[in-house]
């Protein structure tokens, strides 16, 4: 079993800025991948980054060179810093960890750019 938490969402004016957090924790010697993705109203779920056990990363188009997906070994987190927010960017953000046999999800943080 793994748990996921996210943190970090909220209301931010176009070209503002925000920091996604999830902090993982249970068996999480198994996960080689982490992820985040994103489910706007009316829209399906969709991947917005994820990063590898050994470090590699990939971006959604959509994002590409505007977000970034890092993580922290020690803090059993991943994060992504989300830059030059665009309205089409707001949704739901789901933390994702893939351990090979099973997916597990986090409770989602709601991100809403608007002026």
């Known amino acids: 079993q793994v748990q996921l938490v996210e943190s970090g969402g909220g209301l931010v004016q176009p070209g503002g800025s925000l920091r996604l957090s999830c902090a993982a924790s249970?068996?999480?010697?198994?996960?080689?991948?982490m992820g985040w993705y994103r489910q706007a109203p009316g829209k399906q779920r969709e991947l917005v980054a994820h990063?590898?056990?050994?470090?590699?990363?990939n971006y959604a188009h959509s994002v590409k060179g505007r977000f970034t997906i890092s993580r922290d070994n020690a803090k059993n987190t991943v994060y992504l810093q989300m830059n030059s927010l665009k309205p089409e960017d707001t949704a739901v953000y789901f933390c994702?960890?893939?351990?090979?046999?099973?997916?597990?999800w986090g409770q989602g943080t709601q991100v809403t750019v608007s002026s």
């Open positions: 994702n960890a893939d351990d090979g046999s099973s997916w597990w």
């Open positions: 990063i590898i056990r050994g470090g590699s990363t």
């Open positions: 249970g068996s999480i010697f198994s996960i080689y991948v």
